[in-house]
Nanobody, 123 residues
Framework: QVQLVESGGGLVQAGGSLRLSCAVS????????MAWFRQAPGKEREFVAS????????FYADSVKGRFTISRDNAKNTVYLQMNSLKPEDTAVYYC????????????????WGQGTQVTVSS
């Protein structure tokens, strides 16, 4: 059984920073491409960023490009999302996701999901 557990969410003022973590257990971490998605109240879940199996290739939504950075540490079985210059519109529940075969932006292609962590950005 694969488990994904997010942490690091919280309340921050606009312009601030947060780093989210997602710890993965249950199978060899390096066999998964990883991604972050988010869902704001009343909106559909949207892609934020993804990273391939070795960490050498990343992909970002236009709305976060230049402000967010995804990375992974295969020795620690963890993927990170460093979020800088946060805006109120970044407020959402952030989910990490894992896939054995894909690292794009389509949420249906991901096999495993965490429970989410709340990020709230005040203006």
């Amino acid at each position: 059984q694969v488990q994904l557990v997010e942490s690091g969410g919280g309340l921050v003022q606009a312009g601030g920073s947060l780093r989210l973590s997602c710890a993965v257990s249950g199978r060899t971490f390096s066999s998964y491409a990883m991604a972050w998605f988010r869902q704001a109240p009343g909106k559909e879940r949207e892609f934020v960023a993804s990273v391939n199996w070795g960490g050498g290739s990343t992909f970002y939504a236009d709305s976060v490009k230049g402000r967010f950075t995804i990375s992974r540490d295969n020795a620690k079985n963890t993927v990170y999302l460093q979020m800088n210059s946060l805006k109120p519109e970044d407020t959402a529940v952030y989910y990490c996701a894992a896939s054995t075969h894909y690292y794009g932006s389509t949420n249906r292609a991901y096999d495993y999901w965490g429970q989410g962590t709340q990020v709230t950005v005040s203006s």
